[in-house]
């Protein structure tokens, strides 16, 4: 069979593949690569591409932004429900830097995700290679894992939420990574400033329902203990307090910043330790898939992300912050996109108050 080779855009792998291949896995990283692109199903409020780019740059985004599906449209039958049984248990609770990482593509249906699958495996990568986190203590959730309990259920992510924080002692390096569809929905206990929930979307979520904000602080963040750190880095749709944390950072261009206080009667903070979310939009914005960075779909907020930390060492929040905000800018100008309507600000959410110019990230 006739061979082509191709590069991992992730770990810089080259790899020989077959010619006719649509993807392809990294041997290395695991990251999983799309050779020829898939057929495009895009909301209908998005721009159509700019016939005067590249085909190597699609118009941005070139994926659905990563919100949920219409619900009269999304059929649950349509996934693989049913993954192999194999009697497979959580991994046992250990090590003093432990993450989770979620990605769903809710696969066959008009509006999946390309992107998120790769958002994870590029995470994961990133995580174990050059954080140090041992592989063993990164739980990962997709649709293309054969151990049930590592099929992104709503079940299943309650209990890897809860598999993140138990045990949790001083010193612990916690991160929950979320790359999927998230939606907003009326605030029924009076706890949201704006009158909305934010929530995720499990692949069974037309018959289980969504996860909120609430519960996800309830189970994440509240446990915390004093010495323990929680970032949450999460790519969806309204998801600027996605884990519900007391305190949001505004900043602007020039770097000037200012925490808005987001309490209000509900007590929403930590048992003492300190938890940290990097968001992929405010919570009345849209964040999409792209290809606009290296021509294979990935999480705008992900890929940025990843990029700045292994570019820059001994980073503040705030260095961290301007520069995603700065590189998918960046994307949507060079894809000609940047309307009101098309913008997407990484936020920074906190349990704490902090400057956010000299605190350094630490993962």
């Not at 080779?5 to 593949?17: N, P, Y």
């Not at 969806?236 to 007391?246: E, H, N």
Request: charged share 20%; hydrophobic share 30%.
């Amino acid at each position: 069979m006739d061979n082509r080779r191709c590069k991992c855009q992730w770990c810089g792998m080259k790899m020989s593949v077959p010619i006719g291949a649509q993807t392809v896995s990294c041997p290395r990283c695991q990251s999983v690569i799309q050779l020829q692109p898939a057929r495009n199903y895009g909301f209908a409020n998005f721009p159509p591409a700019n016939n005067n780019m590249s085909s190597r740059f699609p118009a941005y985004p070139a994926r659905p932004g990563r919100m949920s599906p219409h619900a009269s449209n999304f059929q649950p039958q349509q996934f693989n429900m049913s993954p192999q049984m194999n009697n497979m248990l959580p991994p046992a609770v250990h090590g003093r830097k432990r993450a989770v990482l979620c990605g769903i593509t809710y696969r066959g249906h008009p509006k999946s995700l390309e992107g998120s699958i790769n958002d994870v495996l590029s995470m994961r990568y990133f995580l174990v290679e050059k954080l140090g986190f041992p592989n063993a203590s990164v739980l990962v959730l997709t649709e293309d894992e054969r151990d049930p309990y590592k099929y992104p259920t709503k079940t299943n992510i309650r209990s890897a939420l809860r598999w993140l924080v138990h045990g949790c002692q001083p010193g612990d390096s916690l991160v929950f990574h979320y790359s999927g569809h998230g939606t907003r929905v009326r605030d029924h206990d009076g706890d949201e400033i704006d009158g909305h929930d934010e929530s995720l979307c499990p692949v069974d979520y037309e018959t289980e329902g969504r996860i909120l904000d609430d519960e996800i602080n309830d189970t994440i963040v509240r446990p915390l203990p004093r010495g323990a750190t929680l970032h949450g880095i999460i790519d969806t749709c309204f998801s600027g307090t996605f884990l519900d944390l007391p305190f949001l950072c505004r900043i602007n261009r020039d770097g000037y910043f200012m925490w808005e206080d987001h309490r209000i009667s509900t007590y929403k903070g930590t048992r003492g330790g300190i938890a940290i979310s990097i968001s992929a939009c405010d919570d009345h914005q849209n964040s999409a898939d792209t290809t606009a960075f290296t021509g294979v779909p990935t999480g705008a907020l992900t890929y940025s992300f990843i990029q700045t930390l292994e570019q820059e060492t001994k980073l503040t929040y705030g260095r961290l912050l301007i520069s995603m905000q700065n590189k998918i800018h960046e994307a949507q100008m060079r894809m000609g996109l940047n309307g009101a309507n098309e913008t997407q600000e990484p936020q920074l959410s906190s349990s704490v108050q902090f400057d956010i110019h000299s605190k350094m990230v630490a993962l």
